[in-house]
């Protein structure tokens, strides 16, 4: 069964304290990997698409990372703006809807 | 301007009622979605709808269904309400089926008591 998952749950940070969020997937043929912001009480936001291993895609303060395995959304220096839900989703096989992990929620302290 | 909206933002209700949930994007986008995010924050989709043509999660009740009276609205609509619907509810739209870049409304937290 397709299955995304997100570590850690939860990730409290001193501003300007550099860290990275994990993304690691188990899917039959992956079509792409897609990385969203979430506020409370709002909608996901989309910020980047991975296609292939070894792909790079960088905004602002964060950075996203593909391998065959995983992603990794690495935030250098952040700030209290950075805080929220970070969302991971697959697209896999022939079937174009997303499958989603369950978020790692960004805490940054001022 | 609001890109894809939602109404109600909060829905209140008793188990057993009948509900609807509106959306609209005004993007231009063919093809539009509605999610379920439960309290563990996973978000799970139920239906897409493409030029007519309905997806759905093989998971949805079919106690849910989606009416769109045209492209730019995607409606849910619930029967006979039950504890477990209690979720917030996403509508989402995109350029087309393949385009991967979702944009996503304010969502709606439904409450069934």
């Known amino acids: 069964e397709d299955q995304v998952t997100q570590s850690p749950e939860a990730l409290r940070l001193q501003e300007g304290e550099s860290s990275s969020l994990n993304c690691s997937y188990t899917?039959?043929?992956?079509?792409?990997l897609f990385w969203y912001r979430q506020d409370p009480g709002k909608g996901p936001e989309f910020l980047f698409t991975l296609y292939s291993a070894g792909e790079e895609k960088e905004k602002e303060r964060l950075k996203a990372t593909l391998t065959k395995k995983e992603s990794f959304l690495h935030i250098t220096a952040p700030k209290p703006e950075d805080s929220a839900t970070y969302l991971c989703a697959v697209q896999a096989g022939s079937n174009y809807q997303l499958i989603w992990g369950a978020g790692t929620k960004l805490i940054i302290k001022p | 301007d609001t890109a894809v909206s939602q109404t109600p933002k909060y829905l209140v209700t008793q188990m057993g009622n009948d509900k609807s949930i509106k959306c609209e994007q005004n993007l231009g986008h063919d093809t539009m979605y509605w999610y379920k995010q439960d309290s563990k924050k996973f978000l799970k989709i139920m239906f897409s709808?493409?030029?007519?043509?309905?997806?759905i999660n093989e998971t949805v009740p079919n106690r849910f269904s989606p009416k769109s009276p045209d492209k730019a609205h995607l409606n849910l609509h619930i029967n006979s309400l039950e504890l477990g619907d209690s979720a917030v509810y996403f509508c989402a739209s995109s350029q087309d089926l393949s385009t991967v870049e979702q944009f996503f409304g304010p969502g709606t937290r439904l409450t069934v008591l």
């Open positions: 709808y493409n030029n007519k043509e309905l997806i």
């Open positions: 899917v039959s043929g992956l079509r792409g």
